[in-house]
């Protein structure tokens, strides 16, 4: 795993490139919280990740005060952990207001 990171002003793009399970989650946390300060919303491109396991709804639902997070690109198998995470637990947070 590994991860493209772009910074525009406030704006910031994170792009993980391979699956996300608990062995890779740490680094993409720290690639969040190695952003500026100034940086106010993060786009995560997820465009690259063909297999994501509970840890993916860790990153999904860690926000940040005063940051807010998008989560584009979802492919297929994503996209079902979190469709059947929500439909499980509807009161959680992660991605349904963020999921583009």
């Not at 399970?21 to 465009?47: C, E, I, K, Q």
């Not at 079902?80 to 499980?88: E, G, M, P, Q, Y």
Request: charged share 15%.
């Amino acid at each position: 795993m590994y991860t493209t990171m772009t910074v525009d002003g406030t704006n910031a793009a994170i792009t993980p490139h391979g699956d996300i399970d608990f062995d890779t989650l740490p680094g993409l946390l720290n690639a969040a919280r190695a952003l500026p300060a100034t940086v106010t919303a993060v786009t995560w491109d997820m465009y690259d990740v063909p297999f994501m396991d509970v840890a993916g709804l860790h990153l999904l639902s860690s926000r940040r005060p005063h940051r807010t997070a998008r989560f584009v690109g979802l492919r297929p198998q994503p996209q079902r952990v979190v469709t059947l995470a929500t439909h499980l637990f509807p009161a959680a947070k992660w991605g349904q207001s963020s999921l583009g």
